[in-house]
């Protein structure tokens, strides 16, 4: 798949692109990220790309014309590589992506992200030129860029081949509706905790059952609202019974003395 990113700051994406899975994805042209500054498609001698609010107010706003040329070019240049790509802008009031939407861009052939900046874009370039607008939390960052990168690195990591073992994007946490089940590797014994002995078992059913159990369990206790959009089936729900029932036995009862 291409992303192509619009932003003023193209050498922060080198975090990304340098280093890590996404850096390898590039080079073995799984994915591409190509950058483009709207500094490029302007015509004054400042290379100006922003401009005071009308109405008065606090901050800057960028402009609408050497957006839209970067965007319109980034455009141009997928498509002369047979990519059709679609517009997000990358925004506080945009629709908060979760997993399923990663997935979805990640099906995509094609991207072109808008990193806005100061108090954001002008109005008029979202309508005619923004497909989608994405948010990644209720938050305010002090630009798109972070969060085109955790857009582009969440996309990137599920292509096929990207990973290095075919399951584990599917394992994730949020991959299934679910968070991750807890992950163990040696030493087996660290003080006076040792790995679950299931783990240790070689039963690859009964290590499945706990891991799904597991991850039941920390949803419910972490993150209700994701079972509640959810679902769970009559199995699950048995495990998350027993899940909650021990969780409750080796709960330290309030009160109860200190032995001496």
Do not use: K, N
């Amino acid at each position: 798949m291409r992303f192509d990113v619009i932003t003023l700051f193209p050498a922060q994406f080198a975090a990304l692109t340098e280093e890590g899975v996404v850096a390898r994805a590039l080079q073995r042209q799984l994915a591409q990220i190509h950058l483009h500054t709207p500094r490029d498609y302007t015509t004054d001698v400042h290379r100006t790309v922003d401009d005071r609010p009308y109405g008065g107010g606090p901050g800057m706003v960028m402009r609408y014309t050497p957006l839209r040329l970067a965007i319109e070019a980034a455009q141009a240049e997928a498509a002369a590589e047979g990519v059709q790509s679609r517009v997000a802008y990358l925004s506080p009031q945009g629709e908060r992506l979760d997993q399923r939407q990663i997935e979805r861009i990640s099906a995509a052939p094609g991207w072109v992200l808008v990193a806005g900046r100061y108090e954001g874009v002008d109005e008029r370039l979202i309508e005619d030129c923004v497909d989608e607008e994405w948010s990644i939390g209720d938050y305010v960052l002090s630009g798109g860029e972070l969060a085109a990168m955790v857009v582009m690195d969440a996309a990137i990591r599920l292509l096929p081949g990207v990973l290095g073992h075919a399951d584990s994007a599917r394992q994730d946490s949020h991959s299934s509706g679910l968070l991750d089940c807890p992950h163990y590797t040696r030493p087996e014994t660290i003080g006076d905790r040792s790995v679950p002995e299931v783990l240790l078992s070689g039963d690859h059913q009964a290590i499945e059952r706990w891991r799904l159990q597991q991850a039941l369990g920390r949803t419910r206790q972490r993150r209700p609202d994701l079972l509640q959009g959810r679902g769970i089936s009559e199995v699950e729900q048995r495990l998350l019974d027993d899940y909650l029932l021990e969780a409750a036995r080796s709960r330290p009862r309030v009160g109860s003395e200190q032995s001496e």
